[in-house]
């Protein structure tokens, strides 16, 4: 089974804070996603990864950056937490393109 | 922007009841996935759709895709507590990597 693991579950940061939330995939997958899901809204995409070091921005990416430098590994970067990125981070991996979508458990921000 | 409006935003019914769950857009899919998810969890894929048309069965769970692959619903019948969580559909349009979530349907199975 295909494990994409988060590394945290519930985080508290500060206004202004830089915050790193990190995202490992254990089954060589190219591409890789982060979205953030908010009640009403369903998930939007952030950013999205196609390969080592290669990034392209999603729907919503003003205020967020992300860092692919091993093909397991996608960290999503707030460069200066604000109250309105509280939100749930879901990562996700997939294989071939239209293979499905394996999501980590997510990631409960909160930024005070 | 495009939107996937699904629909009812909210349903609460009793076991053994019947339920149908739409998901809309204006915007052509070139595949339509439905995902389910649970507290705590991160979504679980249920189905992908591709041809226009579609009617796809998973045990109690009947998924169809519209004509035009503009639209989706989610029939399951006979709904059981297990049935609980979140169901999310999902539209791949033809840009690669470009997954459009709809709102959600939050389903709750009274036993």
């Known amino acids: 089974d295909v494990k994409v693991t988060q590394s945290s579950r519930y985080l508290v940061k500060r206004t202004g804070e830089k915050v790193f939330l990190e995202c490992v995939q254990d089954?060589?997958?190219?591409?890789m996603f982060w979205y953030r899901q908010d009640p009403g809204l369903g998930l939007r995409l952030i950013y999205f990864?196609?390969?080592?070091?290669?990034?392209e921005k999603g729907d919503i990416p003003e205020g967020y950056s992300v860092s692919r430098e091993k093909k397991e590994r996608f960290s999503l970067i707030l460069e200066s937490a604000s109250t309105n990125q509280t939100s749930m981070y879901l990562c996700?991996?997939?294989?071939?393109?239209?293979?499905?979508?394996?999501f980590g458990n997510g990631t409960r921000l909160t930024v005070t | 922007t495009q939107l996937l409006e699904q629909s009812p935003q909210f349903l609460s019914i009793q076991e053994g009841e019947n339920l149908t769950v739409y998901c809309n857009s204006s915007?052509?899919?070139?595949?339509l996935q439905w995902y389910r998810q649970e507290p705590g969890e991160g979504p679980v894929l249920l189905v992908t759709?591709?041809?226009?048309?579609e009617v796809k069965k998973l045990k109690r769970l009947t998924f169809q895709f519209g004509d035009a692959r503009k639209d989706s619903s989610l029939h399951i019948t006979a709904a059981q507590p297990g049935d609980t969580g979140l169901y999310l559909c999902?539209?791949?349009?033809?840009?690669?990597?470009?997954?459009?979530f709809g709102t959600g349907t939050r389903l709750k199975v009274l036993a």
């Open positions: 996700a991996s997939e294989g071939a393109h239209n293979s499905p979508l394996h």
């Open positions: 089954m060589d997958h190219e591409n």
């Open positions: 990864s196609y390969d080592v070091k290669m990034k």
């Open positions: 915007s052509v899919f070139s595949s």
């Open positions: 759709v591709v041809t226009g048309g």
């Open positions: 999902a539209g791949e349009l033809d840009r690669a990597y470009k997954y459009i």
